[in-house]
């Protein structure tokens, strides 16, 4: 019944909403303009990343767990125009198998595979024999995947919350391994039939930085751009770029127009103003000082080895903090790593990330470039690594956000001010929740979060709330 309510929505929307929609839209049916458009979920995505990207004209892989039948979608995008090329369905799914592994490891699929991707630099790829046969990639660039029998083959899954051992580390390390060589088959394929320059990546498994490094290092394409909301949120963003751009232009030439949203940044949630969350710091009763300048008494705070709630501007879309609800800290002491999972209740072998100023990022990490979405890894310098020891991953990478000064001037100008203070330009950046809770989003949130976890101090806006050290 699911899978035929989902074959069959395109039909179900020619005559208006799904009907537990319906109630909810009522309002709106009466607007002029008015109209249901339905955008198939890979398109959307690949849209999401296409008309995102700063490429006029792309190759596109969309790498999904499903979505209707589909679950990897390939796409050939230039200017106004995307077609698609080809396709895989169910069952045969890299989204599934990640999915699947994830719950035999005692986590939670669909929400910790990237806890998975963090195991797997712990292991080694022991595995990787039994992985490469169960996933067949095919000449015509489809890939199938047998069933994994993973309690058969590996024994008793891990029960939730229970001990890690070798043989999970190691099961981790073999389906990263595999699912990296097999993408690059992928990437491979598609580039053959798409022989351009660039590539432009949506999907959940777009969101595994390991990969898409790999892709990057050892890929046929020059450039790479990930949806930064590469899950399924970003298909919001692609179903409305899509269907604008098929609304406004028509007829010949699309081709050679160049789409008119790039994305440079991900800052477009909502946001509050110092007028706002003075009211409701008031209201609630907090003790609170206004600051004369954030990013040097920030920059005060971190070279303390204070952690700092950071609570700036609009809020990201898609699933990083990346300076507008951060919690943020020095990474000068490996120790820092540690604090951050305890403060934050998260599981030992979880790294934390850096950001780095973008014009510094070469010097701290290996070919860093620009990456402003921390999607994807990068080795640190050798020369750099004992300066930041609490930003480098078991297996010597980080995953790294670079910041330039008009994407985020505050957020900039607090990693300037310590990099004034300390020499390093470079902070630790992860995002403003503890376990299980979504990141948070209002100054509620944010004094709740802050008032129900050991972080040290919280700045929203241009006001610093902070607490006494016991005596
Ligand atoms: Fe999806």
């Not at 300076?323 to 000068?332: D, K, Y």
């Amino acid at each position: 019944l699911f899978l035929c309510s989902i074959v069959n929505a395109p039909g179900h929307l020619v005559d208006g909403a799904p009907h537990h929609l319906r109630a909810r839209f009522l309002s709106a049916k009466k607007s002029p303009g008015y109209a249901w458009h339905y955008v198939d979920h890979h398109m959307a995505h690949a849209a999401s990343a296409f008309f995102a990207s700063p490429f006029q004209k792309a190759a596109i892989l969309t790498l999904d767990g499903r979505g209707e039948k589909s679950t990897t979608g390939y796409y050939f995008g230039e200017g106004l125009c995307m077609d698609k090329i080809a396709d895989v369905q169910m069952p045969h799914s890299f989204g599934l198998l990640y999915e699947a592994v994830t719950t035999y490891l005692g986590f939670l699929h669909s929400s910790d595979e990237y806890k998975v991707m963090a195991l797997a630099s712990y292991g080694n790829p022991a595995f990787i024999d039994y992985f490469d046969k169960l996933i067949s990639v095919h000449p015509d660039g489809t890939y199938t995947i047998g069933d994994p029998r993973l309690e058969e083959t590996f024994g008793p899954p891990r029960e939730r919350g229970g001990p890690i051992e070798k043989r999970h580390l190691d099961i981790a390390s073999s389906l990263q391994k595999a699912l990296e060589q097999k993408v690059l088959q992928l990437a491979r394929w598609l580039h053959n039939k798409i022989p351009v320059d660039d590539l432009c990546i949506a999907g959940g498994v777009g969101l595994n930085c390991v990969l898409n490094a790999r892709l990057r290092d050892h890929g046929p394409f020059k450039r790479i751009w990930v949806q930064p909301a590469a899950g399924d949120s970003g298909t919001a963003l692609g179903a409305a770029l899509w269907v604008d751009i098929q609304s406004r232009h028509q007829g010949p030439g699309l081709a050679t127009q160049p789409h008119d949203y790039r994305m440079d940044h991900a800052y477009l949630g909502p946001s509050y103003s110092d007028e706002e969350i003075y009211d409701f710091l008031c209201y609630a009763k907090q003790d609170f000082a206004e600051l004369a300048s954030v990013e040097e008494d920030v920059a005060d705070l971190l070279t303390q080895d204070k952690v700092v709630g950071w609570f700036q501007g609009r809020m990201e879309f898609g699933p990083r903090a990346l300076g507008a609800r951060s919690i943020i800290a020095s990474p000068l002491n490996a120790s820092m790593q540690a604090r951050l999972n305890e403060i934050k209740d998260r599981e030992d072998f979880r790294p934390v990330a850096p950001v780095v100023l973008e014009e510094e990022a070469n010097h701290w990490f290996l070919n860093a470039g620009v990456s402003p979405f921390m999607l994807f890894v990068h080795d640190v310098q050798s020369s750099k690594a004992g300066l930041i020891p609490a930003v480098r991953h078991v297996d010597g990478t980080a995953r790294i956000q670079t910041i330039r000064q008009d994407q985020n001037p505050k957020y900039y100008g607090v990693i300037k001010e310590f990099q004034k203070r300390t020499g390093v330009p470079v902070l630790v950046n992860t995002s403003f929740n503890t376990r299980g809770k979504p990141i948070v989003c209002t100054p509620r949130d944010a004094v709740e979060c802050f008032h129900s976890s050991p972080i040290d101090a919280l700045v929203i806006g241009s006001f610093l709330l902070h607490k006494r050290e016991k005596a």
